[in-house]
């Protein structure tokens, strides 16, 4: 499955971000960059993260995460 980042699929309820599949809502995220992080990571593993892979993920180097 591929994701496409189009900037519609991100909005913010509440407060909190969420990114929109063919399948579905995943969220919430702290904000729109944790948001992209997760669709990235996604992208690279075919999986979602959970919180613990997702700030180690963001606490990578955008080189890094980009190879990862």
């Given amino acids: 499955m591929t994701l496409t980042a189009r900037p519609d699929r991100y909005f ?3 407060g ?3 990114f929109r599949t063919h399948d579905g809502v995943m ?3 702290h904000d729109e ?3 992209q992080m997760a669709v990235l990571y996604f992208q690279q593993r075919l999986k979602w993260p959970n919180a ?3 700030h180690e993920f963001m606490g990578a180097s955008p080189a890094r995460a980009a190879r990862a």
């Fill in 12 to 14: 913010s309820e509440r």
């Fill in 16 to 18: 909190r971000w969420f």
């Fill in 52 to 54: 613990r892979q997702l």
């Fill in 33 to 35: 960059r944790e948001a």
């Fill in 27 to 29: 969220g919430p995220f």
